[in-house]
T-cell receptor, first 108, second 116 residues
Framework: SQQGEEDPQALSIQEGENATMNCSYK?????LQWYRQNSGRGLVHLIL?????REKHSGRLRVTLDTSKKSSSLLITASRAADTASYFC????????FGAGTRLTVKP | GAVVSQHPSWVICKSGTSVKIECRSL??????MFWYRQFPKQSLMLMAT?????????EQGVEKDKFLINHASLTLSTLTVTSAHPEDSSFYIC????????????FGPGTRLLVL
């Protein structure tokens, strides 16, 4: 099974700024998925990027994937206080294992 | 996205009792569901993979006799915490894999268990 590892562990920015989080993984993948978790809640699926894709957009989210480096990044543009949450990446189709996540705090 | 529900959303029980948590995929059939537990400010830890019609696959260190998983239908998996103890207090989250959406996993809202 595979596991995503996110960095940084914590990120604090001002509203309106961009936030970038990175994810590294260890083995080959079919796709990579990013999730958000608000405190005490379940995970919300944000975006899936396939292994043959290099970049994908969804609203204010931009995800890149570099399979040669086994890494992915999630960019949130024009951040809002409501974006405050923990963000996780996950890989694998047989099971889904998570890293520690990045705790993003967006200050109003 | 697809919808996964969990019930109950929170439960308080006495030590020694058993607690059942339900996970349902509401708008799709899920042959595979997953159970996780999460401690405060930590990541999700995969407990087991639940396959419809067969025995669950447990992660190393997870007691199968303590955490009973039943996946009786394509839309329902249950996790029963047997003889619960205070150390079982945690946030339990299930997820279901949607075969219509490239196996994207959708998560339930979680169940907070407090064992007194």
């Amino acid at each position: 099974s595979q596991q995503g590892e996110e960095d940084p562990q914590a990120l604090s920015i001002q509203e309106g700024e961009n936030a970038t989080m990175n994810c590294s993984y260890k083995t080959s993948i079919n796709n990579l998925q990013w999730y958000r978790q608000n405190s005490g809640r379940g995970l919300v699926h944000l975006i899936l990027i396939r292994s043959n894709e290099r970049e994908k957009h969804s609203g204010r989210l931009r995800v890149t994937l570099d399979t040669s480096k086994k890494s992915s990044s999630l960019l949130i543009t024009a951040s809002r206080a409501a974006d405050t949450a923990s963000y996780f990446c996950a890989t694998g189709s047989n099971d889904m294992r998570f890293g520690a996540g990045t705790r993003l705090t967006v200050k109003p | 996205g697809a919808v996964v529900s969990q019930h109950p959303s929170w439960v308080i029980c006495k030590s020694g009792t058993s607690v059942k948590i339900e996970c349902r995929s509401l708008d799709f059939q899920a042959t595979t569901m997953f159970w996780y537990r999460q401690f405060p400010k930590q990541s999700l830890m995969l407990m087991a993979t639940s396959n419809e019609g067969s025995k669950a696959t447990y992660e190393q260190g997870v007691e199968k006799d303590k955490f009973l998983i039943n996946h009786a239908s394509l839309t329902l998996s249950t996790l029963t915490v047997t003889s619960a103890h205070p150390e079982d207090s945690s946030f339990y989250i299930c997820s279901a894999r949607d075969p219509r959406r490239e196996e994207t996993q959708y998560f339930g809202p979680g169940t907070r268990l407090l064992v007194l």
